[in-house]
């Protein structure tokens, strides 16, 4: 059932088109449970424990007569300058040993 306004909406069980719109508000862990197995005198005993993990849902939109949820507008994140190299691109092989740092100066030499 939709309310939308003052016109109300029943399906029998769906209301055809219809769309729910969420979005995730959390990802947690439930509660610690342990599971622990005995069997009387026969000297068994197992003990285990267990999380399910649990994802919070909040219901934004509910959308009747086939319509689709809107775009969400992505944050563009600010692009990181690329890190600087050790020597310009020119003036250094790509197998230069002297390059590697500790060692490679003294396998140089060699």
């Known amino acids: ?3 939308n306004g003052g016109s109300i909406e029943i399906g029998a069980p769906f209301i055809a088109g219809a769309t729910v719109v ?4 959390s990802q947690d862990r439930g ?3 342990i599971i622990f197995k005995k069997r009387r ?3 068994y005993r197992r003990r285990n424990g267990h999380r399910q993990d649990l994802t919070s849902v909040t219901i934004t939109d509910i959308l009747t007569g086939g319509a689709k949820p809107a775009a ?3 944050a563009k994140a600010p ?3 690329p890190a600087p190299l050790a020597a310009p691109v020119g003036e250094a092989k790509a197998d230069d040993i002297s390059l590697i740092g500790g060692v490679g100066p003294r396998f140089s030499r060699a």
């Open 22 to 25: 969420g979005e995730i508000a």
């Open 41 to 43: 005198r026969k000297h």
């Open 31 to 33: 509660p610690h449970i």
């Open 72 to 74: 969400k507008a992505k």
């Open 1 to 3: 059932m939709v309310a």
């Open 79 to 81: 692009e990181a300058a």
